[in-house]
């Protein structure tokens, strides 16, 4: 088999947004000015209205001489960029089963196809040929992967977008373990530019959400990127009381030795790694004792084929990894293929996770707070004509 074209499309059509859940928006590393800390939401799935929008997203097609396509996305235009100014090169011609290889002459082809938009193309492109050989061999990436380790993932539900205001705090907490979710995530609004009444803030909505669901769910909480070491030593230990199951990047994800300093100093268990790219990448991490649960993105550090490689070196840590979840289902093919104590958890992003499937056949929801896995051979990624209103080929040669 070999690799006759790589393709990239923007798809256009109209999302339903739903109200009831107002809007809100977190913290981030901005925010230290006025001008951005007053910013409204990012995204307009965060506000609070019943309204149909705009919605366009980006997808990578890699075509084989066998009529096998590898199909993956969203991703960003500047992941398909890269492919086509860096990538596509090394790999039209070339026998897309022989993935290893090409990762390898990948991350090796430019100096700086270490980190960033450059790791994230070469990122989509493993998720490609990963769904290449699934559909050359008719099983789901998890058969390939060596799963299933469980017939379904236990789901976290990830609270992005959702209001933050006590009394709906409260409401969707309650919510959230009513629909069986094990664990929730919230995302704090303040940081040290909010001085302490920002602190008062975050600290009532850990307080809020651990009334309302009592001690038998888990709660996690992401500061993105938004603090600095006092002020999460500070918030982490004003936590402790409230036992969270971690809190996650509270600085930006450089700053290594800052994350070390907030696990030994704050006293709760602390998450990261969204950010962090490749297997090096979280050497780094782990050797420094900077997390107690490696967050990797498949999406971002490296596609399945680095996950893989990424979950080995965290077991021999013994630390969990629960994939960040831009996507779901590169996470949920990983996961099924590792064991419970390697993957525990895959997160999903109730308000986000939707969007990103909206042109997508076969939707991937937990149910009961579970996630069923995929049955299609590949991914599981089919393009649901009906909903694509308009295509445009992106192209810059
Ligand atoms: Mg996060």
Known sequence: MKITDIRYERLEGEYALSAGQAAARQVGALDIYPEYRSRGTRHPQS???????????????????????????????????????????????????????????????????RKGYMMMAISAIDMCLWDIRGKALGLPVYRLLGGPTRDAVPAYASALGFAIEPDKVYEQAVAFKREGYVAQKWFFPHGPGDGRAGMERNLLIVRTAREAVGNDVDLMFDAWLGWDVNYAVEMGRAMAQYQPRWLEEPVAPDRIGAYAEIRRRAGIPIAGGEHEYTRWGFKVLLDSEA???????????????????????????????????????????LIAAQSP???????????????????????????????????????????????IQARTTLNWR
């Open 341 to 387: 104590e390697t993957c525990p958890w895959l997160e999903y992003l109730i308000k986000f996770n939707p969007q990103k499937q909206w042109f997508h056949r076969t939707k991937f929801m937990p149910e009961g707070g579970m996630m069923r896995l995929p049955d299609q051979p590949g991914l599981g990624i089919e393009l649901d004509e009906e909903r």
């Open 47 to 113: 506000e609070d209205r019943d309204d149909i929008v705009p919605i366009s997203e980006v997808y990578v097609f890699v075509d084989t001489d066998e009529g096998i396509t590898g199909l993956f996305g969203p991703i960003y235009v500047d992941q398909a960029f890269q492919i086509e100014m860096h990538l596509r090169q090394h790999l039209i011609g070339r026998d897309p089963l022989a993935s290893e290889r090409l990762w390898d002459v990948l991350s090796r082809q430019d100096r700086h196809a």
């Open 291 to 333: 997390v107690d649960v490696v967050q990797a993105d498949p999406d971002w550090t490296g596609g399945i084929s680095e996950m893989v490689k990424i979950c080995a070196l965290a077991s021999a840590f013994d630390k969990p990894v629960i994939p960040h979840g831009h996507s779901v289902l590169p996470a949920l093919h």
